[in-house]
């Protein structure tokens, strides 16, 4: 699959418009405008464009030190931008400080107040003529209702656990009833069952207020999990954004390939323009390959689901001869490495699959891998 931008104009990184179901242009309800930031020297954001939907749930998903949380804390006004500009609602917030914008924000480390109770610290932001008692009183059982914590109202954070601290955290960013909702990294303290409960509790809210939210993570199944549209960064640029599908199946670049999932990575050179390719002696066909330049150098992906296995006695034309050279347990799958010649694979599949291939390790199987599954992208990209 050749490198493309689908949600991106290639010039730029700007996000295209969205369409609304009558066909008419959908106007962001964020808009972020060739933001950069710089550290002295380091330079954290590159010419960022964005655009993010009214209610939509969009997550900033890359390793550490690829500018994701540098960009949200610009956005929530913790650490404006060196250049560009952030619109909220078509209002210029680029410098208002962060009393003066409309959003909530739920950090990793909850940050709640020890010496106040579950429904002082859900009411601590209500305050004001906007927010008599009576008002504030009903706000929060409501927002404890909709997170499952009216019992433990009278509480403090010490004699909860971490997954009901964290809901009380989000129930007190939500309090306010803003506009954006923005996620720090907000279940990474959590243990994996738990985060994982959680995660869609959190989408389940979301999708039942409308609130447009933002969540930034390093893990790719919670951001393949509950987004809408992920915007995958490295170094401080956004190499894609996209639907979780989108980004999985159709990576714009080598990085989001090799970064999102689980994928086997080998070298080769444009054999044909009719979608051949070679691999160290190994000829295979690839139809992302059309129509590139014969004798130019790739890189090429497959995902493990899609390395096809086959008992070595019954191999179909075209299959390659494999050895298996390890096995990983992983309940439902098996993740299995393979040494096809030069080339190290990894596939998956069901434990009643390998039972019946007999795959063992050290064992000979054979494996084909289908020319539309394979991503090509040129060297240079």
Not at 319 to 344: D, I, K, Y
Request: hydrophobic share 45%; glycine share 10%.
């Amino acid at each position: 699959m050749t490198a493309h931008r689908q949600d991106l104009d290639a010039s730029d990184g700007r996000l295209a418009p969205g369409d609304t179901p009558g066909g008419e242009q959908a106007v962001p309800y964020l808009e972020v405008h060739d933001v950069g930031k710089q550290f002295g020297t380091f330079v954290a954001l590159r010419r960022v464009n964005l655009a993010v939907r009214s209610g939509e749930f969009v997550t900033f998903l890359g390793p550490s030190g690829c500018g994701k949380t540098t960009l949200l804390r610009g956005i929530a006004g913790l650490d404006p931008p060196s250049t560009g500009r952030i619109l909220q609602a078509g209002r210029d917030i680029t410098f208002l400080p962060p009393a003066a914008r409309d959003f909530g924000i739920v950090f990793q480390s909850y940050a709640l107040f020890p010496n106040l109770t579950v429904t002082e610290n859900v009411a601590y932001g209500l305050r004001g003529p906007a927010w008599p008692r009576r008002r504030v009183q009903e706000r929060v059982a409501e927002l404890l209702g909709l997170v499952g914590l009216a019992d433990q109202a009278p509480k403090y954070p010490a004699q909860l656990s971490g997954g009901q601290q964290q809901r009380v955290a989000l129930a007190r960013a939500l309090a306010n009833e803003p506009g954006l909702l923005l996620l720090d990294e907000p279940l990474s303290a959590l243990d994996a069952i738990v985060r994982q409960h959680l995660r869609q509790e959190i989408r389940s809210l979301q999708q039942r207020l409308g609130v447009t939210t933002i969540m930034v993570t390093h893990d790719q199944e919670e951001a393949l999990g509950v987004s809408d549209r992920i915007v995958v960064m490295s170094r401080g640029r956004i190499e894609q954004i996209g639907t979780p599908a989108e980004v999985y199946d159709r990576p714009a670049s080598p990085f989001v390939a090799g970064f999102i999932g689980h994928s086997s990575r080998f070298e080769a050179m444009v054999d044909s323009p009719a979608g051949s390719i070679l691999a160290q002696g190994i000829r295979l066909q690839a139809e992302a390959a059309r129509h590139l330049l014969y004798g130019s150098r790739v890189l090429v992906f497959v995902r493990p689901e899609h390395v096809a296995l086959h008992p070595a006695s019954a191999a179909p034309p075209g299959a390659l001869p494999a050895q298996v050279t390890g096995l990983e347990f992983l309940g439902p799958v098996c993740r299995v490495s393979l040494q096809a010649g030069p080339l190290a694979l990894m596939a998956s599949a069901a434990p009643a699959e390998l039972m019946d291939l007999a795959a063992e390790p050290s064992a000979q199987i054979a494996v084909t891998l289908p020319p539309e599954r394979l991503m090509v992208f040129p060297e240079d990209v």
